[in-house]
């Protein structure tokens, strides 16, 4: 097998995996982008717009949109920082943490039912394997 057929298969993979997390968390009337910025912000807050972009991947202009729409939705809200007025911090609200949680069981749910097919030692070469591809990149916060 070449290293082309490798990524060929670990591409229509992924796709398999961001689609059934999307399905699942839709029955959550909730898309993956939007409830990972409430679980990160839950799990880490009081936190700033660029450390929230960093810690879900995504781009900072993405990253405010998102949070705009989700401050709207009464989710997350904005405070300034106690030692720097000029900047902001994000904060889950009350909603928004009963909301993480119920987002994070539907996410350990679907993860559950999309790995039932390996074994324990398949789970762990497979993470080892992961680790190994991703090592050159920014480490980000476990989730």
Same mark, same amino acid.
């Given at each position: 097998?070449?290293?082309?057929?490798?990524? =060929?298969?670990?591409? &229509?993979?992924?796709?398999?995996?961001? &689609?059934?997390?999307?399905?699942?968390?839709?029955?959550?009337?909730?898309?993956?982008?939007?409830?990972? @910025?409430?679980?990160?912000?839950?799990?880490?807050?009081?936190?700033?717009?660029?450390?929230?972009?960093?810690?879900?991947?995504?781009?900072?202009?993405?990253?405010?949109? @998102?949070?705009?729409?989700?401050?709207? =939705?009464?989710?997350?809200? &904005? %405070? /300034? #920082? /106690? =030692?720097?007025?000029? #900047?902001?911090?994000?904060?889950?609200?009350? %909603?928004?943490?009963? @909301? /993480?949680?119920?987002?994070?069981?539907?996410?350990?749910?679907?993860?559950?039912?999309?790995?039932?097919?390996?074994?324990?030692?398949?789970? #762990?070469?497979?993470?080892?394997?992961?680790?190994?591809?991703?090592? =050159?990149?920014?480490?980000?916060?476990?989730?």
């Amino acid at each position: 097998m070449t290293a082309a057929q490798v990524a =060929d298969e670990f591409s &229509r993979t992924a796709k398999v995996l961001v &689609r059934h997390f999307n399905e699942r968390l839709g029955e959550h009337g909730v898309s993956t982008p939007r409830s990972r @910025l409430v679980v990160e912000v839950a799990r880490s807050q009081p936190v700033r717009l660029t450390e929230l972009a960093l810690a879900v991947g995504i781009a900072q202009g993405t990253a405010s949109t @998102l949070v705009d729409a989700l401050v709207r =939705d009464g989710l997350l809200e &904005r %405070q /300034a #920082s /106690a =030692d720097d007025r000029r #900047s902001v911090l994000l904060h889950v609200t009350e %909603q928004g943490a009963a @909301l /993480a949680q119920e987002w994070t069981a539907g996410y350990e749910r679907a993860a559950e039912e999309l790995f039932k097919p390996l074994t324990a030692e398949q789970l #762990s070469a497979l993470v080892d394997i992961l680790r190994t591809l991703s090592a =050159d990149e920014a480490p980000t916060a476990d989730r």
